[in-house]
């Protein structure tokens, strides 16, 4: 796999991420992670894992169920440092079998630069309301 | 404010974030964060908020409910850069007036370093299963 390619900036490695993700490809995906033990995923809904072979354990489980998904990525907010990169995107997750269901989810992606160049550190995706009642000016449903 | 105290460092900025939420202190909140266009903030189960302004409004209405909570702090997860750092946390949030009720939220939080010192630029919180769940070997209720 061209990892050079793959991991030549932030957003390189955010589109191996989705492309692993569509593909259930879990050689792709693991190989645009950090080799970190302080990596962090949280999966919509699920626990946080931290470090590699916790994280790499999950995506295995997650694509040995066999659902492949079409997700649209949008509505990208970054901010950008000389050995970090924070994106903020809106995934639109859809079941191939079940292309009428759609889960909307925020995920926020860090990636870093490093000695190997840019891989991931953490991704925390978790649901959000319905698009249309995203607004800046909507009080959030919280605890804090 | 002594914001110089506060902003010395990531790890200071998140001390102050979480001083912000339990004294339900706005403009200790808001002092914090950076303030850019580019920020954003999940609060559980909430929207995505985008921007200082967003971002502010929010806080304002959380603050404004007249709830105070208390608030533990636990396994901490963290990224370092020059510019940036990141620091997985997972919260223990209890209403002080009941105490019994406790909801495990798990935070990304992410500081940059700018020329005003250190900012808090993202902060996303989510809802995890009770932390006894929460093992490596776990398979996340996911979507993806």
Redesign the interface.
């Known amino acids: 796999m061209p990892k050079t390619k793959i991991l030549a900036s932030a957003q390189d490695v955010e589109n191996a991420f989705y492309e692993a ?1 569509e593909r259930a490809d879990l050689e792709l995906m693991m190989s645009i992670w950090a080799d ?1 033990e ?3 995923c ?10 590699y ?2 994280i790499r ?2 995506w295995r ?2 694509f040995e169920n066999g659902n492949l ?1 079409d ?1 649209h990525i949008s ?1 990208l ?3 950008t ?4 990169v ?1 994106h ?1 995107v ?2 639109e ?1 859809r079941l191939r079998s079940k292309a009428d269901l759609m ?1 909307p ?2 995920a ?1 992606n ?1 990636y ?2 490093g000695a190997m160049g840019w891989r991931m ?2 991704h ?6 319905p698009l249309p ?12």
Chains 1, 2 share one sequence.
Do not use: C, N, W, Y
């Not at 440092?81 to 970090?84: E, L």
């Open positions: 993700l970190d302080e990596i962090v949280v999966h919509p809904g699920g626990p946080r894992l931290i470090g072979v916790a354990d999950a489980r997650i998904f997700i509505q907010s970054k901010v440092t000389p050995f970090a924070m903020s809106l995934e997750i889960a989810v925020t926020t860090l870093v630069r550190v953490s925390h995706a978790s649901p959000v309301p009642t995203e607004t800046k000016s909507e009080a959030p449903k919280v605890l804090h």
